[in-house]
């Protein structure tokens, strides 16, 4: 994956991924830049780890009514930044929290959520 020439990031980049195989466990490694310091972001190796389990229908059917939402909501510094350039931009941590409340009023009756907020450290709103 590259970027067009000259892209500053002044945008949202947005990366989709279509699996073959959907129930098939798959891993993601990225590694380290060797010019960089171990222990900094981009000086250590990482794997992500994707597994989509495939449950009995007699299992899935006394979940179908309920359902389970977990929201990740990015906290970092970066999200205070304005959404654009152009005036009265609302910021990135404003919409967000915006789009979580439409999301969580949207939500099925007798479904179970959680809302992961993270930045320089992560934080769950349920234990």
């Known amino acids: 994956v590259s970027l067009a020439a000259g892209h500053q990031f002044d945008r949202d980049v947005e990366l989709l991924l279509y699996y073959q195989d959907t129930h098939q466990p798959t891993a993601i490694v990225e590694a380290a830049q ?24 007699d299992v899935m059917s006394s979940m179908t009514s309920h359902g389970e939402f ?23 941590i404003g919409s967000a929290r915006d789009t979580l409340l439409l999301l969580l009023k949207s939500l099925p009756m007798g479904c179970y959520f959680n809302i992961i907020g993270f930045g320089s450290s992560y934080e769950s709103f349920f234990s």
């Open 34 to 57: 060797a010019s960089s310091k171990p222990g900094s972001l981009m000086g250590d190796p990482v794997v992500m780890l994707s597994l989509y389990p495939e449950f009995p229908k």
């Open 70 to 92: 977990l929201f990740v909501v990015d906290r970092s510094g970066s999200m205070e930044c304005p959404m654009h350039l152009g005036s009265g931009s609302q910021d990135r």
